[in-house]
């Protein structure tokens, strides 16, 4: 079965700090996968998504980066955060025409 | 372009009392639609999902959904409702670019 990891699960940061968050998908090949920022009693906002090796699509601009330097790894960066960059990000993965599914998130706190 | 709403964001409902969330979609071609339930501090679990087919669909934990094109809604219901229910709920439609559009949550809250 597949399953998706996500750490660390908790982060607290200074500003202007680097970031580095990872996901990694078991058990499915050449997935899609999400990153997804989710602030306090929000919904979700789609930050990258990634349909195969070193392909990034990034939806907002920002102060974060992603990157997919294996098949079934995502990473999200940052080479300064900022106080906005607090918040819950979440890792999701699909396969075409497939619900997605998510990660357990990374609560991030920026001090 | 396509986009979910969830009209309410706060609902209570005493335990083992019935529960209906509502989801409304706009999407051009035949949708593909998820209900996901999030609890604090946690990531999206999948509840159900339609993409075609019988209108009703059941779910995990006695949730079910009713798909109506014509009233272009996906609401989530549940006959009785327990404590543990309490959570966030998320309504979703899968686009063709293969991205999922979620609506911005239900909160449900469980009184005793």
């Known amino acids: 079965s597949q399953t998706i990891h996500q750490w660390p699960a908790t982060l607290v940061q200074p500003v202007g700090s680097p970031l580095s968050l990872e996901c990694t998908v078991e058990?499915?090949?050449?997935?899609?996968l999400y990153w997804y920022r989710q602030a306090a009693g929000r919904g979700l906002q789609l930050l990258f998504y990634?349909?195969?090796?070193?392909?990034i699509s990034s939806e907002v601009p920002q102060n974060l980066s992603a990157s997919r330097p294996q098949d079934r790894q995502f990473i999200l960066s940052s080479k300064k955060l900022l106080l906005s960059d607090s918040g819950f990000y979440l890792c999701?993965?699909?396969?075409?025409?497939?619900?997605?599914?998510f990660g357990d998130g990374t609560r991030l706190s920026i001090l | 372009a396509q986009s979910v709403t969830q009209p309410d964001i706060h609902i209570t409902v005493s335990e083992g009392a019935s529960l209906e969330l509502r989801c409304n979609y706009s999407y051009g071609a035949t949708p593909y639609l998820f209900w996901y339930v999030q609890s604090p501090g946690q990531g999206l679990q999948l509840l159900l999902k339609y993409f075609s087919g019988d209108t009703l669909v059941q779910g995990i934990k006695g949730f079910e959904a009713e798909f109506k094109r014509s009233q272009s809604s996906f609401n989530l219901r549940k006959p009785s409702v327990h404590w543990s229910d309490a959570a966030e709920y998320f309504c979703a439609v899968l686009t063709n670019a293969g991205k999922s559009t979620f609506g911005d949550g239900t909160t449900l809250t469980v009184k005793p």
């Open positions: 990634s349909v195969g090796i070193g392909q």
């Open positions: 058990g499915t090949s050449n997935p899609n």
């Open positions: 999701a993965w699909s396969v075409p025409n497939q619900p997605q599914h």
